[in-house]
């Protein structure tokens, strides 16, 4: 389907990014280094350039704080036209705090998976001299003091499951997962602020100014809490165990165990973890009548009862049983009322269900198609051996970069780009699907 010029253009806009010390995921709408986009920006970046892809982990992991968390945001060059500026989140003169000016929130714990995937990929044929010194290139103690920040300073009931306490730490900022937990916060006394999103992507694309108020008052109680861990979980209005995240820690934390192993590291902290997970996944997040994972608001003690796509993502964890990873596909993947293309959509798969009320396929997490969650969700389905379903996003996701190139988003309805253009994971997402899929078919001719 894409053919070499696509592949060089895909490496181009990884390069257009690249500041020479972290990738931006766009050249102006996020012109500095975020979590989670580095983590899959350095995947793609191994399919060319396995030195640049080591350098893209160790410049993200230079930013943790000292108490292990790894922040979302953060701002190697300084201030620019981006909101929230450095100095907004107030985190200076913060003892936990980390040496890079950054923000005071984290994102879903991908890395460590994504160092694994880059490690065992046997196109990069990384020998027993080098894995002695992966301590030092990825950084293994770095990656197990935020696994343990996630398990600790943010369990807020015991179970090991951390909390989210702002929208912006799920990755899906304005989801219609978080209406109902915004919608019981009142904002009072904002601190002056002015909006920059919307200076390159159209506001109809972006999130609605009710939302944005909101995240912005939930700064300020961080703020005013000087961001003390137990004091977060204590007064943060918004407190959320999120399905998405969770289950991408859950990943890593096996993937962290594997390299442990590999280390000849101590694996009985991780171990427990993983147990304790496995113990309490089902009964807080599956909701049996529905067939459907749902998050679960701390705040108001009861399941949020959105239907968005991270509903897919314990595939990606092995945290699904058989029977409930076909009922996932049966009647949620491939219902064309929900998810599967149909008469009102052309793509898998939108990041909300097209049946529910806050459905926008334009809007941002409100219904557009992601191709990192795409890819989450085809490794899930894969994993469970649903290998045509899987086929079948990696196939849409490859029709819609060709179509309307590496664009943040993507309209379900007939595939048109929204929101910021060049955008590095999109691209670098890309190379790791074509690359898988060459693989395949390597491997299918070799049987044959």
């Known amino acids: 389907m894409l053919d070499d010029n696509f592949i060089a253009r895909a490496r181009a806009v990884l390069r257009l990014n690249d500041t020479g010390e972290f990738t931006k995921p766009s050249p102006r709408q996020y012109p500095h280094q975020w979590n989670w986009d580095s983590a899959f920006i350095a995947l793609g970046l191994a399919q060319f350039d396995l030195p640049r892809a080591f350098a893209e982990v160790r410049a993200l992991l230079r930013a943790q704080w000292r108490d292990g968390m790894v922040p979302h945001i953060i701002y190697p060059t300084g201030a620019s036209d981006y909101f929230p500026p450095p100095e907004f989140w107030q985190t200076e003169n913060l003892a936990r705090a980390g040496d890079i000016?950054?923000?005071?929130?984290?994102?879903?714990?991908?890395?460590?998976?994504?160092?694994?995937?880059?490690?065992?990929?046997?196109?990069?044929?990384?020998?027993?001299?080098?894995?002695?010194?992966?301590?030092?290139?990825?950084?293994?103690?770095?990656?197990?003091?935020?696994?343990?920040?996630?398990?600790?300073?943010?369990?807020?009931?015991?179970?090991?499951?951390?909390?989210?306490?702002?929208?912006?730490?799920?990755?899906?900022?304005?989801?219609?997962?978080?209406?109902?937990?915004?919608?019981?916060?009142?904002?009072?006394?904002?601190?002056?602020?002015?909006?920059?999103?919307?200076?390159?992507?159209?506001a109809d694309e972006r999130p609605r100014a009710p939302d944005y108020e909101r995240f912005v008052y939930l700064i300020d109680c961080g703020r005013r809490l000087h961001w003390e861990p137990r004091a977060l979980l204590e007064q943060m209005p918004f407190l959320v165990q999120d399905v998405l995240f969770c289950s991408i820690l859950h990943r890593a934390d096996e993937d962290l165990c594997a390299l442990a192993r590999e280390l000849g590291e101590d694996t009985r902290e991780i171990d427990g973890w993983l147990a304790r997970t496995r113990e309490i996944f089902d009964a807080r997040f599956w909701d049996d009548a529905r067939g459907l994972y749902l998050d679960y608001d701390v705040r108001a003690q009861s399941p949020i009862r959105v239907n968005a796509n991270a509903t897919f993502a314990p595939l990606f964890a092995g945290l699904a049983s058989p029977d409930q990873a076909a009922r996932l596909v049966a009647e949620h993947f491939e219902n064309p009322r929900e998810y599967a293309p149909g008469a009102d959509s052309k793509f898998y798969l939108p990041s909300v269900a097209k049946n529910e009320p806050g459905y926008a396929p334009r809007r941002y997490w409100c219904g557009p198609v992601w191709i990192q969650m795409n890819w989450i969700i085809a490794e899930g389905l894969r994993r469970y051996g649903f290998i045509k379903q899987a086929d079948a996003v990696v196939h849409d996701s490859l029709a819609l970069v060709a179509q309307n190139d590496f664009r943040e988003y993507y309209d379900p309805r007939d595939g048109s780009g929204c929101g910021a253009v060049d955008f590095s994971w999109s691209a670098a997402l890309t190379l790791e699907m074509i690359a898988s899929e060459n693989l395949a078919a390597n491997d299918a001719n070799e049987r044959a």
């Open 101 to 202: 000016p950054s923000s005071a929130l984290t994102q879903p714990p991908i890395l460590s998976t994504i160092v694994r995937m880059i490690q065992n990929n046997s196109q990069f044929a990384i020998h027993n001299s080098e894995l002695r010194t992966l301590r030092a290139n990825y950084e293994f103690s770095q990656l197990l003091a935020w696994h343990r920040w996630l398990h600790t300073a943010r369990d807020a009931d015991g179970t090991g499951l951390p909390c989210l306490i702002h929208p912006w730490e799920s990755g899906m900022d304005n989801s219609p997962l978080w209406a109902d937990a915004l919608d019981r916060i009142t904002p009072e006394n904002l601190p002056p602020f002015q909006r920059r999103d919307t200076i390159h992507v159209a």
